[in-house]
């Protein structure tokens, strides 16, 4: 069964540092999205993309994140100058046909910030 | 405020036991409804709810949304150890998740006790 890939499944970081989270999405879907869960909290939208841009955005998505399609294959969320508030689970999911078709998640980048 | 409210928040059942979740949703531009099965890491889809009052069924779990009321549940019949998992609701739609975004609630932890 197709699945997206995410790359690390867990990355530490210190402060301040940039970090690259990557994700390859399956390979004929066309819509990508980023989400995160703080441990013990819920999953949160954090941006949406399609066509090469950006098609929504929440609000917790600042100018410290942004999203690339760098290759065709891959999918990767940077995060500028990392907080200890950034540290959580990082997903990836893509979509075939956009929402409602529903989403295939990737396993997670856990990122802790130190 | 978009929201989607999940109860109970943790549920412990022995295993034959039928369990009901519940989830209620108050979100702009609602589109569907969707439950995931959340166990280690990666969220997987079970099911997508758009038409009040249709059962969507799959094995021994089922569901159903009720577009008036604004709320669905989901069933789980003879339940196994192999469910214990968390299970998420998700609206499509809202604001804070952007117009093809999912909102999530925080979950319901089911635990099945052998």
């Known amino acids: 069964e197709p699945e997206v890939t995410q790359t690390p499944s867990h990355q530490v970081t210190q402060m301040g540092q940039e970090v690259i989270l990557r994700c390859v999405p399956i390979s004929n879907h066309l819509y990508f999205y980023w989400y995160r869960q703080i441990l013990g909290q819920k999953v949160e939208f954090l941006v949406s993309?399609?066509?090469?841009?950006?098609?929504?955005k929440s609000e917790i998505f600042d100018d410290q994140f942004s999203v690339e399609r760098p290759d065709g294959s891959n999918f990767t969320l940077k995060i500028r100058s990392t907080k200890l508030e950034d540290s959580a689970m990082y997903f990836c999911a893509s979509s075939e046909a956009g929402v409602p078709y529903g989403y295939t998640f990737g396993s997670g980048t856990r990122l802790t910030v130190v | 405020e978009d929201k989607v409210v999940q109860s109970p928040l943790s549920l412990v059942v022995h295993e034959g036991d039928t369990v009901t979740l519940n989830c209620s949703y108050e979100?702009?531009?609602?589109?569907?409804l969707l439950w995931y099965k959340q166990e280690k890491k990666a969220p997987t889809f079970l099911f997508m709810l758009t038409s009040s009052g249709i059962e969507k069924k799959s094995g021994r779990l089922s569901s159903i949304l009720d577009k008036k009321e604004l709320f669905s549940i989901l069933n789980i019949t003879a339940t196994q150890t192999g469910d214990s998992a968390v299970y998420l609701c998700a609206a499509v739609g809202g604001l804070g998740g952007g117009a093809d975004g999912l909102t999530f609630g925080k979950g319901t932890h089911l635990i099945i006790q052998p």
């Open positions: 993309f399609y066509n090469n841009e950006i098609s929504e």
């Open positions: 979100v702009t531009n609602f589109r569907s």
